[in-house]
């Protein structure tokens, strides 16, 4: 899953993401700004290579701890 960062200050922007398959918590991701004001895209957050084959439920969550956080979700790639 791919995610673009804002590190732009004066607003929230800092990023904090847990990730759970079928239930279970699998991944987190967080990211706090530079403060260089810049994007960056195509940003890796989460990836996994032992999901089996079949149906499962991704569940992105956010914020983490009861904090604000900013989610720009770019795309995902399953293969």
């Known amino acids: 899953m791919?995610?673009?960062?804002?590190?732009?200050?004066g607003y929230t922007t800092f990023t904090n993401l847990t990730f759970s398959i079928d239930g279970a918590l699998v991944g987190a991701f967080s990211h706090?700004?530079?403060?260089?004001g810049t994007f960056l895209y195509n940003v890796l957050v989460y990836?996994?290579?032992s999901i089996p084959d079949g149906s499962h439920i991704f569940i992105i969550h956010s914020p983490n701890?009861?904090?604000?956080a900013l989610v720009l979700f770019d795309y995902v790639v399953y293969t």
Do not use: F, K, R
């Not at 791919?2 to 200050?9: P, S, V």
């Not at 706090?32 to 260089?36: A, I």
């Open 47 to 49: 990836a996994n290579t």
């Open 65 to 68: 701890g009861g904090s604000d």
């Open 32 to 36: 706090s700004p530079d403060g260089s």
């Open 2 to 9: 791919y995610c673009i960062l804002d590190n732009a200050e």
